[in-house]
Nanobody
Framework: HVQLVESGGGLVQPGGSLRLTCTASGRTYSSYCMGWFRQALGKEREGVAAIKTGGGSTDYADSVKGRFAISQDNAKKTVFLEMNSLKSEDTAEYYC????????????????WGQGTQVTVS
């Protein structure tokens, strides 16, 4: 059973920055792909960023390119989302996701989800 625990959400002013952290536990081997999705009130869930944990290749939503950066610490089974130049439209619940097989990207299905952390830009 995989557990994904997120932290780092909060309230920030427009133009500010936040760093989200997600740590995976429950499996002895590392994930193949980790990422972040978000869901704002009244809107559909959308993929934000994903990273192939072995090779480091990344995938970003167009809405966050140039502002957000996903990175990893494989030894700690941890993935980070650095969010800069935050906008009000970035307000959402952010979920950490993981999968343990190929492929990796925002358009694949993730079977493991965290509980979410709220990010409010206001």
């Amino acid at each position: 059973h995989v557990q994904l625990v997120e932290s780092g959400g909060g309230l920030v002013q427009p133009g500010g920055s936040l760093r989200l952290t997600c740590t995976a536990s429950g499996r002895t081997y590392s994930s193949y792909c980790m990422g972040w999705f978000r869901q704002a009130l009244g809107k559909e869930r959308e993929g934000v960023a994903a990273i192939k944990t072995g090779g480091g290749s990344t995938d970003y939503a167009d809405s966050v390119k140039g502002r957000f950066a996903i990175s990893q610490d494989n030894a700690k089974k941890t993935v980070f989302l650095e969010m800069n130049s935050l906008k009000s439209e970035d307000t959402a619940e952010y979920y950490c996701v993981a999968r343990y097989s190929a492929p990796c990207g925002l358009r694949v299905a993730f079977g493991n989800w965290g509980q979410g952390t709220q990010v409010t830009v206001s």
